[in-house]
């Protein structure tokens, strides 16, 4: 077995027992192409489909030099969602955190390709690092499944110019963002390929990053519709 396959493998063994995953000197030597090796073997055990073009939906994050800095990133991070972590349609969704390592919450404004046009689907995305207390090694961010938990999409509306969010624990603001749908549509061309019309397109946060304490969560987007997540 390869370092990539051994690496690949103990991601996937943290994440199917959801436990943190030590660190050794192993990571010192993978850097990003190795990491994208890696991620590649994992992609494909969750049946993520090879063609770019054929995946059901995409991740958009480190969109800023510092967060790329800090991650060790050349660039955005992009990832395809993985097919078993992807909720569509979206008003309410319970969420066990017993599946998770280290869950956070942030909202994004996303996007569904149609036949003709765009459409703004409200989402949150439960990030997820399989490294104990969020502590990267190099390459970290793309080859631990770009940082996935899961991926929630609310139902389609026409989008205004600008989007915005009020996030609520157990009915306490906790927090809020927004961003304007002409950005976030243009950070479509980061993507690796043209998207076949029904993808969804995550665009990158709109707000803080939120420790997944249990509770009633509320991604309050005003007249695009409400998400709401029961973590227990």
């Known amino acids: 077995m390869s370092v990539v396959e051994e690496l690949a493998e103990r991601l996937w063994v943290a994440r199917q027992r959801a436990q943190p995953l030590a660190v050794d000197g192993n990571w010192l030597g993978v850097d990003h192409r190795k990491a994208l090796e890696i991620a590649d073997l994992l992609y494909r055990r969750c049946s993520v489909p090879p063609d770019p073009r054929e995946v059901a939906a995409w991740k958009l994050g480190a969109l800023d030099e510092p967060t790329q800095s800090r991650l060790g990133l050349p660039g955005p991070l992009f990832a395809p969602v993985l097919p078993d972590r992807l909720h569509t349609d979206v008003t309410a969704l319970p969420v066990r955190m017993a599946e ?130 029961d973590l227990a």
């Open 100 to 229: 998770l390592v280290d869950p956070k919450l942030e909202a994004e404004i996303g996007i569904r390709l149609d036949a003709d046009g765009m459409r703004l689907a409200p989402c949150v995305e439960i990030a997820d690092c399989r490294f104990a207390g969020w502590a990267l090694p190099p390459g970290g961010a793309p080859a631990d499944f770009g940082l996935q938990g899961s991926m929630v999409f609310g139902p389609v509306v026409e989008p205004d110019a600008e989007v915005q969010v009020e996030v609520r624990r157990d009915g306490e603001t906790v927090g809020a963002g927004g961003g304007t749908w002409a950005e976030a549509a243009a950070r479509l061309s980061l993507l690796p390929a043209a998207l076949a019309p029904g993808a969804l397109v995550a665009t990158g946060s709109i707000t803080a990053m939120f420790p997944a304490a249990r509770g009633r969560w509320e991604f309050d987007f005003g007249p695009a519709g409400a998400l709401v997540l």
